[in-house]
């Protein structure tokens, strides 16, 4: 079976977008017939491209986006939220904490929010970047992993640990 352009295309779309990255990506890649290790993998790659992309952003052009009042209200209301919830973790692990934060495949966690609260926080890039990566990968190793077991996989394996 031959995969279209457009789902490769649509597959990355998702992976970079700050509101859908691994949890969108993968699953769309998958439901489109992408083999489920190469939908990780490029997902992946897409998104732990972020990072880096995201810190380049925010050290150059954000200072000229500043200038303008809407991006300004909503950048300020997007890092007062990625302060809010990464503070506390960073203050306790660290860059550790970044990893674990970009991990947890949830909304509002992943290598936009992740990078963000790392530069906010003044951690150094040397260490953020890494740290985001290594989140992508095991957050899109936890997304594929339920992608491909299912809902109701582990809904049952949930049951069994908490019984």
Known sequence: ????THVFLWTALL????????????PF????????????IFAAFINALVAPVCWI?????????LKMN???????RFVER????????????????ITIFVA???PATGAWTGTLGAWILGLSKRR??????LGVLISGAVVTTVVILGVNALGFLVKQISS
Not at 70 to 76: A, L, P, V
Not at 128 to 133: D, G, L, S
Request: hydrophobic share 50%; aromatic share 18%; charged share 15%.
């Open 82 to 97: 990625a302060r809010l919830k990464l503070h506390e973790k960073v203050e306790k692990w660290g860059w550790l904490g």
């Open 15 to 26: 992976a970079a977008l700050p509101i859908s990255e691994l949890r969108g990506a993968i």
């Open 128 to 133: 953020t970047i890494p740290a985001v990566i």
């Open 29 to 40: 890649a998958i439901y489109q017939g992408v083999p489920w290790y190469f939908a990780y």
């Open 1 to 4: 079976m031959e995969i279209e």
């Open 70 to 76: 809407w991006y300004k209200q909503f950048f300020n």
């Open 104 to 106: 947890i495949p949830l």
């Open 57 to 65: 952003f925010l050290s150059t052009l954000h200072k000229l986006f």
